[in-house]
């Protein structure tokens, strides 16, 4: 802990030690093991070449360090990647330690996998991950580190424990929203009919942030995945007979579904023009409105009359609502001058004396270019190009997708970057040399080995005198011993 503080980027007092540390990991106590694991994961990435390339492997019975084989390989074939052993070393060491008791040694083993591992050996740390979702008090952190490792990789690595983020009632708000989360980026052809049937029972749910936001992931569903596509348009529609805030999130939902592919579902397009007087929720008014624009030649009938609709309550309306009637006035002046000529000079003449300036900006703009005149120049000439330019599809991304920051951290927890927080190096291009990190074995007590093994020998009691007296008494022994005998004789 002290070199972390002290002098975190002093790499060079790590080599001689990274070996020692390795083989001790699993003796040190728990606390300590998290801060040599998250400073050896630092170290790993300044000293080792990425694992991540394709062909990526590792032979458990290459020689150590033995380097002769490689030299003598053709210089222009593409050699394979070979993981280097004090890397190998590294993960095999901390291996064990993801059945730990302590959340916070498991969590630091899965971030070294996560950011040193190969991409087919991160799966090893699925089943701890799961498993520490049984406890409350770590729960959301580990929640926010699977969303993330299920939104970068794409490898299926928790899809066999689908079942352990079903959202459960008890559950809190932000809890379920995690759940959701992992459970959209786990989607697949192959499992997208369970999880959707699991979605609907929660478009149902109380709470209203949920049911939104498992709208919200019924449409990224929708969009990674071409197969279900109409499936869960059709299931939004349906939707669409409920409570207000799941009408407004449907319909949002929809809007950006509807970009992917128009020219297949104007049906749906009148169905929405037809619920729009029921539909109270700003965004999801400004929606349908900006639908009407967007598609009004593919309805021809319906867009005039809500434009109409809109005329008698623009000044009621919110801002977002009137900003968005102003653009279909627009639209359908250059599409439909004929049924709408009257109806735009109405509500432009509305907004011109509007209390919000966004608004009086925006009608003042609009009038001089659908409205020729000699203020108005050129640009009245591109009108048409300018308000009626195909618009790309929006990407419905995850909110949850945080790469920046090193996974585990409190940083990438907060989604920003926090005091003390070090960035995890890049891997490096060609390896440092590895002999950096070679010990001398010295061994000074070999040639004094006999001696010490003449000093184990035991010894009787009574030799407690010197050498000399030792001496003297073996002399004495000797002459009477010899006298005995010739007496006996």
Known sequence: MAFEEVCPDRIDLIHKNYRKLCNLLVDVEEWGQVVIISMLTRYARTQFTSPWTEGAEFDENKAFYDSDSEEKKDQTEAKPYIMDPDHRLLLRNTKPLLQSRNTAVVMAVAQLYWHLAPKHEV??????????????????????????????????????????FYVRSTDATHIKTLKLEILTNLANEANISTILREFQTYVKSQDKAFAAATIQAIGRCATNISEVTDTCLNGLVLLLSNRDTVVAESIVVIKKLLQTQPTQHGDIIKHMAKLFDSVTVPMARASILWLMGEYCEKVPKIAPDVLRKMAKTFTAEEDIVKLQTVNLAAKLYLTNSKQTKLLTQYILNLGKYDQNYDIRDRTRFIRQLIVPNEKSGALSKYARRILLAPKPAPVLESAFKRDRYQLGTLSHSLNLKATGYQELPDWPAVAPDHSVRNVEIVEPLRESAPIVGKTKQPKSDDKFYSDDEDEKEEEESDSSGSGSEDSSS
Do not use: C, D, W
Request: aromatic share 8%; net charge positive.
């Open 123 to 164: 799966s090893i740390v699925t089943k701890s991950l799961v498993r520490l979702l049984r406890s409350h008090e770590v729960q959301y952190i580990v929640l926010q580190n699977i969303a993330t490792m299920s939104i970068q990789r794409k490898q299926g690595m928790f899809e066999p424990f689908i079942k352990s």
